[in-house]
């Protein structure tokens, strides 16, 4: 089961953090992942990783938000594999705005690469994965994205750039079925990456935080891209609009 041997994954956001840990997880499966962020240099560094461990894959520098920048990385990726089967939209950025001191361009810079880059990324993935009728797409949303009871004080950008991922899922699933692509979003909880550590949340907060999880602990990256895997799977056949949270628990406190 899960075998991605033969499948081409591109993944976004992938220089460290969870879509380090997603890249990584995709090539011990088989797949032959491009691993893409801002920096080309960071993304050489996770390759040699994968090369090291008997994986193949390739860096390229992407900024999700630039669509000439990611139509020339989709282009390159497709000659140089031939095909492109698997998409994990996993860039995003978190940045501590309260509402009433948010500048156009906090909202506008969250949105452009949380919400606008996802969408760039997927419409050209399906374009590709169209031609052989197969496709999935995995889109990174956040257990705070609306609809299930978790506002973040300090968040309004970047919690309406997550709720707008799982609507813009739903939509790209209908869509897309009759193409072979299915289309879902992981909702991860508190997950141990840099976005956390550099986010500086008190220890007392932080405490507070746990204490509010059944599993009493933050979530690791490999434990978001078990999830990734199987979505990324045949075994997921039947899975398209779905969200899956993975969060320890939070949401069913
Ligand atoms: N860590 C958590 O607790 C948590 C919880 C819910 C959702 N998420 C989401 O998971 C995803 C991964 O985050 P992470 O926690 O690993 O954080 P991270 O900061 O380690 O990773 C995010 C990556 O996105 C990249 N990125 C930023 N702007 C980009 C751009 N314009 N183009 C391409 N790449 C860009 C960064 O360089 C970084 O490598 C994000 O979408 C985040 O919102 C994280």
């Not at 969870?18 to 491009?34: D, E, P, T």
């Not at 090291?52 to 860096?59: I, N």
């Not at 705070?144 to 009871?149: E, I, K, L, R």
Request: proline share 3%; with cysteine; aromatic share 6%.
């Amino acid at each position: 089961m899960f075998d991605l041997t033969e499948k081409v994954a591109l993944v976004t956001g992938a220089r460290r953090g969870m879509g380090k840990s997603h890249a990584i997880a995709l090539a011990r499966q088989g797949a032959k992942v491009a691993v893409t962020d801002i920096s080309q240099e960071e993304c050489q560094a996770v390759v040699d990783e994968i090369k090291s461990a008997g994986g193949e894959a390739v860096a390229f520098k992407m900024d999700v938000s630039n669509k000439a920048e990611v139509g020339a990385v989709f282009d390159e990726v497709i000659k140089q594999f031939g095909r492109l089967d698997i998409l994990v939209n996993n860039a995003g950025i978190y940045t501590d705005k309260p509402a009433l001191e948010m500048s156009e361009e906090d909202w506008d810079k969250t949105i452009n690469i949380n919400l606008k880059g996802e969408f760039l990324c997927a419409q050209r993935a399906a374009k590709e994965m169209a031609k052989n009728n197969w496709g999935r797409i995995i889109n990174i949303a956040s257990i705070a994205s609306g609809g299930v009871g978790v506002g973040y004080a300090g968040g309004a950008h970047y919690t309406a750039s997550k709720g707008g991922i799982i609507g813009m899922t739903e939509t790209l699933a209908v869509e897309w079925a009759p193409l072979g692509i299915n289309v879902n979003a992981i909702g991860p909880g508190a997950i141990d990456t840099p976005m956390i550590s550099a986010s500086q949340v008190p220890e007392e907060e932080m405490k507070e935080m746990l204490a509010s999880i059944p599993l009493k602990r933050i979530g690791r990256p490999e434990e978001v891209s078990a999830a990734v895997v199987f979505l990324a799977s045949e075994e997921a056949s039947y899975i398209t609009g779905a969200t899956l949270y993975i969060d320890g628990g939070r949401l069913s406190q």
